[in-house]
């Protein structure tokens, strides 16, 4: 009885010791990220301003927040922004990660430099465009310095075209990590099935819709909610870009949120938008999430 004894200790040592290293991480999430979610969605239902209140108020801020113009004008930049970046991201990686995976010379140099972009942060990527752009700093300066007068490029001062700056900053940078993630799954196709399609006489271009293209669709959805995220959160990039302007022309829901809570002193408006854009980032990862876990099952 006794010689089982530190068979008994080990073995309950090892069922323990994981759930011991891991407590501290789960408390701490649970506090500083589902505990503040938790407070933010309290704090949108009451009429906190400069300091929190905690009186609740109901659905007001909700109702104050779509009365707001600055709202508006965020969600729709946000349409335009979402849909180029994730668009343009998505076509630019596939053609990248198609071209590398032909077996080119210089593979390993090409792909390093697509992917450096992502290993900087969107305030890095933000400032060093926003210099680039710049009529006075970058490109259209430039182009007149070496004798083109007549060239202009100044999207990132004019309001119709701000938006567009965004979308340049944020593809170049994360164009790179979606080539990468097509790239690994063109690697995990079967190359049998490839070349019993051109055993059939199939062409390039139909090997790739028909075959290649399909068989990429969890990438694809993979990708689409990365960038989504990504595309709901954008605050950095902006700010470092264009800080919101001019005007209101690249106003993100992020910026929206962090103006009306830290500067505006509208805590409550501003707590209810954070909650929006949660219940937009939860519509697009639940699903993603559920149809996961039902193709394992």
Sequence with gaps: MQSSLPGKAQATL???????????SLFLILLFVYGFIIYTGYLSLTDSRMLPSYELEGFG??????????????????AIFGILYIAICSVLGLVLAILLDQKIRGEGILRPIYLYPMALSFIVTGTAWKWFLDPGLGLENTMHLWGWESFTFNWIKDRDMAIYTVVIAAVWQS??????????GLRGIDNEILKAAQMDGASRWSLYTRIVIPQLRPVFLSAFVVLAHLAIKAYDLVIALTNGGPGRAT???????YSYTFTRNQMG???SSAVIMLAMIASIIVPYLYSELRERR
């Excluded at 090892?14 to 501290?24: D, I, T, W």
């Excluded at 508006?72 to 930049?77: E, G, P, S, V, W």
């Design 269 to 271: 408006v501003g707590a």
């Design 61 to 78: 801020n909700y109702a104050n927040l779509w009365g707001q113009r600055n709202w508006l004008i965020a969600l729709q930049n946000l």
């Design 175 to 184: 164009s790179g990590f979606v080539m990468a993630m097509f790239l690994a």
């Design 251 to 257: 106003e993100l829901p992020a910026t929206f949120m």
């Design 14 to 24: 090892r069922e323990v010791l994981p759930r011991l290293v891991l407590s501290p």
